[in-house]
């Protein structure tokens, strides 16, 4: 076994490997960029090393810089985690050249399996069923082959990122061309291929283990059905929809692909199911790594992967057959996020305020979090995962939306109160799932409005802090009495803003401590967690700002007519495409804001002409940071 291991990557993975090692007795070296400089991955590792500035493609991307790591503290092994370089077969040769073991599957084995088109190609030698499909350069005519619907994917890469459904033919040469620049951008390559879309699928994923001996085995499968934007959410481990002769049969085929490309390690087959024929499914491609979702096939194993990742890499043979896996009982796994789903998901970032993780009784978190972390734009918006083990699958579910409840991130939007609602779905607890139940239930998932003991909660810590000091003299003109002259008392008003301004007069009873407020309104108790201007409640969060009116009035009577454009989200403005004084047009692009691997368009709201730009290349913004000003043609010409 090797003595010492440099992990090369940052946040809740890094965190979750180190731990691994530390109970192997293995030595953790620990990489960082200057925006993580304090972060828990490297205050839990053995010894850390600052490996560049805060872009990833100077840090984290570099393999020179990780190489020298590696060699300046004496690791023999690298372990990458997932994503950065966990699938690059170039990482993998130098890791090598350098005489360093790689953590994962040879290089030759990411190469072929990270072109979409060779890998199925290959596994359909091997007898794996694969999707009807076609690649470039007859693409559109394999498109108009198969018949609408059909997906356009990207070879080169995965995440969701430049994948189109296209339902209409007559946009075919649109669609190519932007999934084309979306590939281009993500991953430097544009080949695309197309495959039958298949409606209301379920996706279904096979994990896998092989040795350097031959031997190859099947950890059950994953249910990752539930997704948005491509993007898995939640993730179960079994699934509902298999049964055994099915099981067996998906596990024997993941088998097959793996040994197809002689793999090696931990990996991930993926296939696309039918809901209604479950005995229909496909190969779609093979993840040659660690899987984010992989804690949930540990608790119904019992086995590490993290572990046999090692023990595989450091040339031991697997200590079980496939007649030793046993799955039991259920676990489910939820994706905590930094976004703001009240914001249609944009990223969101901030400090960690308040910080609370549930663990135990059948809980796990996987984080790379503590109460002061810095949450930029500049990584994956990905904070930690919660995942709950029970007996049945209605227990896992119950103890997940119960931690999910208990789950607090102050300072930060996260999406844990909408994973815990959309646990509750009855599809959701029914089993009956797709890949599409997310984007047609999230309306119903996502409150429109601010419940009113929120405000109710915030004014009362606003009040607390008003309140005199013990013991000394206080100016009676100061008290929050709600004392006016002639006697009558009113109730102190506190202008206050979370989505929208309001004013807001407390009409309830409320205790307040340094960490929680507890507020009654008619006859019903409601209790917060709190950190400097935000509230949390049952996995959802709120920040509540002082607004002033009469900031705001003459701010719109500077900019009277027009339209001050917001950044929707903080992050780094990419690009500016006009200048003061430009005439712009309704709808066009005016700047691209990029915030956690996620680019938005700024587009101006009406005709008119650029009177305030605020911003260049390279700007960070905060959230609703003004950008620029856009005044219709009538003012400008005044």
Known sequence: ?????????????????????????????????????????????????????????????????????????????????????????????????????????????IALMGDKIRAKETVREAGVPVVPGGR??????????????????????????????????????????????????????DTLLVERWIDRPRHIEIQVLADGHGNVVHLGERECSLQRRHQKIIEEAPSVLLDEE?????????????????????????FIVPGTDPSSYYFMEMNTRLQVEHPVTELITGLDLVEWQLRVAAGEPLGFTQQDVRLTG?????????????RGFLPSGGTVLRLREPQGDGVRTDSGLTEGT????????????????????????????????????????????????????????????????????????????????VYEAAAAVRLEALQPEPGGWTDPFSVPSGWRLGGARKPPAFHLKVQEPLEYTPRGTATV?????????DGVRHTFHRAADWLG???????????????????????AGADSLTAP??????????????EVSAGQSLLVVEAMKMEHVISAPHAGKVTELDVAPGTTVAMDQVLAVIAPHEEAAE
């Open 136 to 189: 470039d350069p007859e693409l559109a005519e394999a498109a108009r082959e198969l018949g609408a619907p059909v997906l356009l994917k990207p070879s080169a890469g995965g995440g969701g990122k430049g994948m189109r459904l296209v339902r209409d033919l007559t946009r075919l040469e649109e669609e190519i061309a932007s999934a084309r620049r979306e590939a281009r951008a993500s991953f430097g390559d």
């Open 330 to 342: 259920h676990a489910v796994e939820a994706r905590i996020c930094a976004e703001d789903p009240a």
């Open 537 to 559: 409640r049952d996995g959802d969060a709120w920040h509540v700002r002082d607004h002033d009116p009469v900031a705001a009035s003459l701010t719109r009577a500077a900019h």
């Open 1 to 109: 076994m090797f003595e010492t291991v440099l992990v090369a990557n940052r946040g809740e993975i890094a965190v979750r490997v180190i731990r691994t090692l530390r109970s192997m007795g293995v030595r953790s070296v620990a990489v960082f960029s200057d925006a993580d400089a304090d972060a828990r991955h490297v205050r839990e590792a053995d010894t850390a090393v600052r490996i560049g500035p805060a872009p990833a493609s100077e840090s984290y991307l570099s393999v020179e810089r990780l190489l020298e790591a590696a060699a300046r503290t004496g690791a023999q092994a690298v372990h990458p985690g997932y994503g950065f370089l966990a699938e690059n077969a170039g990482f993998a040769r130098a890791c090598a050249e350098a005489g360093l073991v790689f953590i994962g599957p040879p290089a030759d084995a």
């Open 513 to 521: 401590s340094d960490d929680r407020v507890s507020v009654t309104l």
């Open 374 to 453: 810095e949450v930029g734009s500049l990584y994956d918006p990905m904070l930690s995962k919660v995942i709950a083990y029970g007996p049945d699958r209605a227990t896992a579910l119950r103890k997940l939306r119960a931690a999910l409840a208990e789950t607090v991130t102050l300072g930060v939007q996260t999406n844990a109160g909408f994973l815990r609602r959309l646990l509750a779905h009855p599809a959701v607890v029914s089993g009956d799932m797709d890949t599409g139940l997310v984007e047609r239930a999230v309306e119903d998932l996502v409150p429109t409005d601010v419940p009113e003991e």
């Open 569 to 582: 989200m903080p992050g780094t403005v990419t690009v500016v495409k006009v200048a003061v004084g430009d």
């Open 246 to 270: 099915t099981r067996a049969a998906m596990g024997e085929a993941a088998v097959q692909a793996a040994r197809s490309c002689g793999y090696r390690g931990a990996g991930t087959v993926e």
